[in-house]
């Protein structure tokens, strides 16, 4: 069983729809949560991150952790063609004293005209 | 500007031989990284580095190599040991703490 398990998609939706996307796990170790953004033949940059379980909201965007149910979400809103790209997610562990990113497979985002 | 830079943009590599990917910083983060990217298996931790002359395998480390001479420069070097190379290669870099990963623009290897 992988330590992250997130639906590759690919998901394709309108403009303006809302985006809901998943990830679960099941170490309880992961203190910290991520999601990127990857634009096609580019290297994945920073979204959001979350340390706690509830809601952090960056303007359209939306991280939701629940440590409980091991199961964190990214909504986004008000969709836009730009949002067309692979979103990971990653969590955090400390391996030997060193934070270890462990990531999602991705999901592939398409927002329609 | 601070950032990655990865080279080259696309390599190919007839089988047997050996290929170096080179990723450079001035962001002047202690730690870097080496991940491989597959369809549908998001990214995979090959190596990495917390500070000069210093590195960790990672979870898939069989077939590749690195090393860490200078704090700016971390290649990796895809061996023929390496069976399926085919991949994009992500060169990241972080300051301490999980939020701080800078990621390169990445390579994409085909073996020929």
């Known amino acids: 069983q992988k330590e992250v398990e997130q639906d590759p998609g690919p998901l394709s939706v309108p403009e303006g729809a809302i985006v809901s996307l998943n990830c679960t796990y099941s170490n309880s170790a992961f203190q910290y949560f991520m999601w990127y953004r990857q634009y096609s033949r580019k290297g994945p940059e920073l979204l959001m991150y979350?340390?706690?379980?509830g809601n952090k909201e960056d303007g359209r965007f939306t991280a939701q952790v629940d440590k409980s149910s091991k199961y964190i979400s990214l909504f986004i809103r008000d969709s836009q063609p730009s949002d067309s790209a692979t979103y990971l997610c990653?969590?955090?562990?400390?391996?030997?004293?060193?934070?270890?990113?462990?990531f999602g497979q991705g999901t592939r985002l398409t927002i329609n005209p | 500007d601070g950032g990655i830079t990865q080279s080259p943009k696309y390599l190919f590599r007839k089988e047997g031989q050996n290929v170096t990917l080179s990723c450079e910083q001035n962001?002047?983060?202690?730690?870097m990284y080496w991940y491989r990217q597959d369809p549908g298996q998001g990214l995979r931790l090959i190596y990495y580095s917390q500070i000069v002359n210093d590195f960790q395998k990672g979870d898939i480390a069989e077939g590749y190599s690195v090393s860490r001479e200078k704090k700016e420069s971390f290649p990796l070097t895809v061996t023929s040991a390496q069976k399926n190379p085919t991949a994009f290669y992500l060169c990241?870099?972080?300051?301490?703490?999980?939020?701080?990963?800078?990621f390169g623009s990445g390579t994409r290897l085909t073996v020929v």
């Open positions: 979350t340390y706690s379980s």
């Open positions: 990653a969590m955090s562990k400390v391996i030997q004293g060193a934070q270890k990113l462990v």
């Open positions: 990241a870099s972080s300051t301490p703490g999980p939020y701080g990963y800078t």
């Open positions: 962001l002047n983060h202690d730690a």
